[in-house]
């Protein structure tokens, strides 16, 4: 039996090829597992914890099977090269597969649904008079069938079994209904940088360092400035659009992930979907102009020159216009009276020149109360004895 098992074609899954071999000879997927592990076992249509056994019953090298006819070199595209190790290690090694069903949920979570391009699956069965479950067109971000130029369509039949057989069914025997309405530049991109993922040799790259370095050749931030979160987010949903249709959770339509996957700072290892989305943003960015550094609120500090240049004029006027009519006045009330007591309070480092006349109002007759829970900078602090409370109140 062994023998006449069928061998994946070129983006097949190990496990569509175990189906086929199942209608063939009319046995149940549990019954060939029994006769290829030693045990009853439906396994879910995207795992590959199996590989071992029958990459050996089909004569073939595993790390084969598993780089081109599993999703493993999808979900472990960023690891770092020691966790590639122990992962591979869990899967081909002697070592039990103790873990793996994390690895394998990084991706079905994503792809819940077995997924086929209809011109594929016709063109294989006037070919060889059946279809096959593609490796790609499983890749959560993975939308449309790039050969064919449309949507793939998605079928009620899930990539996870559970305590179910895998049903033997293949694309060619089921309706057309596309998992997404249309296709944006966006969908486009993601399905192009998800099947990069998935044929790089070598692992990519997914530090918070090497997206900044992208960032910064692209033109969206400039050398080490932090990035503002809310700009970022912003950016993202410009050019994505509505992520409902794509596959993400729920709780990640609002890409609070995003972020985090730019701070430099060590994180948990996102999966291999997000960095597909940030890298299809990417790779759409362009130069449309748009700056992601981070920018204190508040004017520029151009305009910051002038405007402190303004309000120390308008204040020495103040000053000297209530000295030459007798009249004390307090700090917080000239500021008030001249419109800069909000910008200066929250900002009095930058506005040196405004500063320095308000100085000139200190007297302990001319000050003003400060304001409940407001800290008085240096320049304002008491020198002289405290003033007794009434006579502060009755200022
Ligand atoms: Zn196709």
Redesign the pocket.
Known sequence: MKYLLQRPHSDELTTSALLRTCRRFQIRISSLMKTLLGRKWSPGLLQFSYVPAVAQAMLLNPEDVLRFHSVFSYCTAFFSAEQLERTKLAVIGLRSSVGLGAVVQSVTQYTPYRR??????R?EFLRTGESFW?LS?HLPGVLM????G?L?SETDLATATGTLALIDALPHELPHAPSLRRTTPFTRALTEQSLLIIQSESPLDGSASNYRLRFAESGLISGARPISESRLIRWAQDRAGNLENIGLSAKDLDWWWLPLMIRPRPAAVAPAFKHAILRALLALSGSDGSKLDYIPSGPPPSDLRERDHAFAVALRDLRLGSSQAGREIGVQGALQTIGAWNSFRHMRSRYPELADEARLLRSPSARGKPVAGATLHPHFKRSGPRKPKIAAAAN
């Open positions: 086929f391009c209809p011109d594929c699956a063109e593609h067109h069938c790039i050969p064919h449309r793939l």
